[in-house]
């Protein structure tokens, strides 16, 4: 049986703290419909571009600086971005060079083509990148630039082209199916993009909400537990444990009552063992209190470290539990009431067989005198818990911040 416990114990140690690695899920969708994108996109890059670079080299004049440097300008960012989106490294970047280097190229064209191919039933080999340039507007820029480049990339291109034809009646017809053909492509590709990043999107609100739900669920089912546990516990134990106090005449029922007093303070420091084993005498590493410290700061939401001074090899673990709570519970507090200032958490050994935790802020501080009887978040969770393991806790409180230390030592 204590293998099992021991066995669930560190399974659930190994469940990644919701505050800490959930962030990583929340566009779990999302950036998985990206990737898709990138890979469609790469291979339709591909294909076209294949094409258009068979056409450029067949179409190309002997020893034509210009002409070569037009390809050398277009298809060295082409080629980056299909490596990006493949590898999915840098997409977004070199999907948005290459969608302005080929306006660019397109506003060059007429500068450099070739005067003996301006005939309106040769389509430039730039056509085939039409769409290109439109699916890495798709990939790099917000969705208003990317329905812009969807319409302004195919009218710059037929513009160019009639530049290249001069404006003459031949141009008009072919250029203008070239325009109406890539202009209604292209906003296909950007719509249909649009609608799978919009249903992406929605799955991942859902998840998160449905997540948030269930964590406020099963935080309220806690409390509530929580509740309840302890307010049995007060009922039963704690005022058993006073009735015979009070009632004690001898020796024997004053052993007796003090007795049953001990054992209420050690019920009343593991409440929590509703939901986790409370612990035994069997060692466990001292620096599994301080890898809990830390968790427990990263849970919390704390920007504060645990500075070492020293841990013992082992203690027991009902000890190490004990401790950990109890710094839980002051590291708590320093973030309700302080805000988190200045906090900063100590462990260190004095001796192999002792351990000492301290939690430090630099908060407004308060009365420690003037706790009411019936807040249980000191008086219970630190010092009861540290009373139980036969250890001490002592808190300080003033303007300056306060500080708290819990100590233990073997008997």
Excluded: K
């Excluded at 052993?255 to 063992?273: D, F, I, K, Q, V």
């Amino acid at each position: 049986m204590a293998a099992e416990a021991g066995s669930i114990r560190e399974a659930w140690s190994r469940i990644p703290s919701p505050g800490v690695n959930g962030g990583e899920f929340e566009r779990f969708t999302g950036e998985r419909m990206e990737r898709i994108l990138g890979i469609v996109t790469a291979i339709g890059s591909t294909a076209l571009g294949a094409q258009a670079l068979f056409a450029a080299i067949t179409r190309l004049p002997e020893a034509d600086p210009a002409r070569i440097a037009m390809m050398i300008m277009v298809f060295g960012p082409l080629l980056a971005m299909i490596l990006a989106c493949i590898t999915g490294r840098w997409a977004r970047q070199a999907c948005g060079t290459f969608a302005v280097v080929y306006v660019l190229a397109l506003l060059l064209w007429p500068q450099v083509v070739n005067p003996a191919v301006r005939t309106p039933d040769t389509q430039p080999w730039i056509f085939f990148l039409v769409n290109i340039g439109v699916a890495a507007a798709m990939i790099a820029f917000p969705v208003v630039l990317q329905f812009a480049w969807a319409i302004a990339v195919p009218f710059v291109y037929g513009f160019v082209r009639l530049v290249q034809g001069e404006f003459s009646q031949s141009f008009w017809i072919s250029t203008a199916f070239d325009v109406s053909f890539t202009l209604i492509l292209g906003m296909v590709i950007v719509s249909l993009a649009w609608m799978f990043r919009q249903v992406a999107g929605g799955v991942d609100e859902v998840r998160s909400q449905t997540v948030s739900a269930y964590a406020r669920a099963a935080a309220a089912t806690a409390a509530e537990e929580e509740r309840v546990s302890l307010a049995a516990l007060m009922h039963d134990s704690v005022l058993a444990a006073l009735i015979a106090a009070e009632r004690a005449e001898s020796d024997r029922e004053r052993g007796l009552a003090a007795g049953m007093a001990r054992e209420a303070l050690t019920r009343l420091a593991n409440t929590e063992a509703s939901i986790a084993q409370e612990g035994n005498e069997q060692p466990i590493a001292g620096v599994q209190v301080v890898a809990e410290l830390r968790r427990a700061l990263s849970e919390l939401g704390a920007d504060a470290v645990v500075e070492e001074r020293g841990v013992p090899a082992a203690i027991p673990e009902r000890v190490a539990r004990a401790i950990v709570l109890a710094a839980r519970q002051a590291i708590g507090n320093a973030m309700t009431h302080a805000g988190g200032r200045g906090l900063h958490v100590v462990v260190e050994a004095a001796r192999p067989d002792a351990m000492s935790v301290t939690v430090l802020d630099s908060g407004p501080g308060f009365d420690v005198d003037a706790i009411g009887a019936d807040r249980l978040g000191i008086r219970a969770s630190i010092l009861a818990r540290m009373a139980a393991i036969a250890g001490t806790a002592d808190v300080r409180s003033g303007p300056g911040g306060t500080t708290v230390t819990l100590s233990w030592e073997a008997a």
